[in-house]
């Protein structure tokens, strides 16, 4: 039944309202819904589901459903209709004007009469809906620089209707670079209209050069957010409800996040838990915020004082361990991020996560659904359907992979925590959880989160997918299939994974009973035959790796005298245990090469096995199995984050056995 209110309750409030106000559905490109709906919201559902039990909760849930329905069925859609005009053919199957991330305007039209609907001021390129500068021209080659900004010219057109309740002052704040002109209700070019109370029909078509680029619509020198506008002509009811209808949705949003924040907080009942995850996250979001981002990362890496808090008996678990490591480091990834909503970027041609944007854009605005951009994958394929669907819920910017790459450390970061306190208890299992976020923030692996790429993805897939194989040891069938699901997916983002999605069930294997762990078993191999099914369709060839990297990548290449293949063996594995591409020593990577030294003496000496956990030491060796092989390049300290939560883990374990050892008192005489 949580589950079915979960769902619920995503739907209510990710659904497009046609009233535009604070918290109006996708696309959440406002700092106040993206952060509340995109970042708070997973929480809450993860932390506190319980509430979604309550009758406030389903009375809120089900209003705003209803009110979302009724705004579909009875306004029309406020804002501005937006269309683009590139000088150029932008993509391969052009059909007509190009789509922006805004599932409003037609998205799924093949010549869309609206690329976005504009219901606020754009003040930069930035804020413009054309993510489209990012796609390549039908010859599949790379965006020269007549192709987008500066050198790009695009046309542009607006259209909808405006209605003022009073007679008003209309102007358009514009820059040299936009030669703009613009119309009231059909007639000649203005700078600046004096409005009658009433219904106007607004035209204007633009010119765009350069970089330099703005347009702010001013009604009586207010921005449009808080006008009444419309695509259509608004009926008498759309009149009578525009000005008051928009604070239903945000009245019911906040009042739902409100309620749901305090019984969290409740259910804790540990006062120093709760002080802690205020104050440390206010500390680590204040300095991202105050430009000390240097001063934040080391303050993630100082999370590891909470292994000294005197923490309740019943916050020692993982929901403990999520206040004490999630929150602090939710603060850090949300004000690094808050700069980005609303902002796409234009990504530099050539580079994987420029690949990775353009394969999502084929995958949802044209359709290819199944194919996933490409007949086979030189580039890892799931990767592209994450991308596509994040920037359907949060518009033309990355922000939504900024909170994505976020969760997915997070959960690595869960996953060490769990394989250490099993082991050594809880405070231990806190300082496992937070190694590998301060190995990734303060290390080299820092520039990777939110860049687009797949590998943290993955990493975090492999790490949920752990925890619920763990849960699954009690004859949990459910929580198998799930473990077994995210293997599958993990592998599927980066296929390199595959003997890590594979070594979950190691996880899952207890003494009492075999059948999660052949759970696990089966539904990776159920996945793979899938995948395998699906290449066949599309290259006629029924395989894994068919059309990818593998024979580029591979470490022994014929021909290659034996001398040659172990240096690069050796060069490929060392990259991944030093987090360094060229491999060398790293303070920061310390965490990893010792979890490593762990799984490796935890084969040969029972001694070690002891204090190390054998499922963790299968993971890691499937882990670096794939080093062997194929030496990756690009991209440094990208190649370690699959192992990097159970190596910290290990060390963690290795650390915690010898503060025992050492810290034990002499037998009394």
Known sequence: MTAIWGSLAAVALLWPDRIAGPFDGVPLDRPAEAILIGALFPVLLWYGPRFLRTRFAQLCIVLLLAWKLSSTLLFAQQGWCVRFEPGRPYVNEQTGAPHAWDIRADWRAPNPEC???????????????????????????????????PGATTSLTLRGFLNVLKPSTLRFDTTPEMAVRWSVDGGGRVETASLDAGVHLIALDAALTGENWRLRPLVDDREISWAQTSLVRPSLLDRMVSAWARWIPTLLVVGLGACWLFSAARDSEDTALLVWTAVSAATIGTLVLSDHVAWARIGVAALTAAAAMPFRARSRNLRGAFLAIGIPWGAFVVSSAAGAIGRFVIYESGHDYWMYQRFAYRIVMQGHWLEGGSA???FQPFYRWIVGALHLVFGDSSIGEWFWDGACLLAIALMAFTVARRRHGFRWGLVAGILPLAVFVIGTPQYLIGRGLGEISSAGLLSAAAILAMRSRHGQTRSAVAAGVLATLAFFTRLNNLPMAAAVSAF??????????????????????????????????????????????????PGMSIRTGLERTLD???????????????????????????????????????????PAVWFFLAGIAAAFVARGSAYPGRFSLHILGVTCALSTCAVSAFVARATRRPPSS
């Open 115 to 149: 690329s976005a609907i504009m219901t606020r001021p754009y003040r930069s390129l930035q804020e413009f809906p054309a993510w489209f500068f990012n796609l390549p021209p039908p010859d599949d080659g790379w965006p020269g620089p007549l192709d987008r900004p």
């Open 376 to 378: 086979t994958f030189w």
């Open 508 to 557: 899952a294997f207890s003494r009492r009973t075999w059948k999660p762990a052949a759970t696990v078993v089966a539904t990776v191999s159920v996945g793979g035959l899938l995948f395998a099914g699906r290449n066949w369709y599309f290259t006629g060839a029924f395989g894994l790796f068919e059309g990818t990297q593998r024979n580029l990548l591979a470490i022994w290449q």
């Open 572 to 614: 490929s594995v060392l990259m991944v245990l030093t987090v360094n591409d060229p491999p060398r020593f790293d303070p920061f990577a310390v965490p990893v090469m010792v979890g490593a030294l762990v799984a490796a003496l935890a084969i040969v000496s029972p001694a070690v096995r002891r204090i190390a956990p054998l």
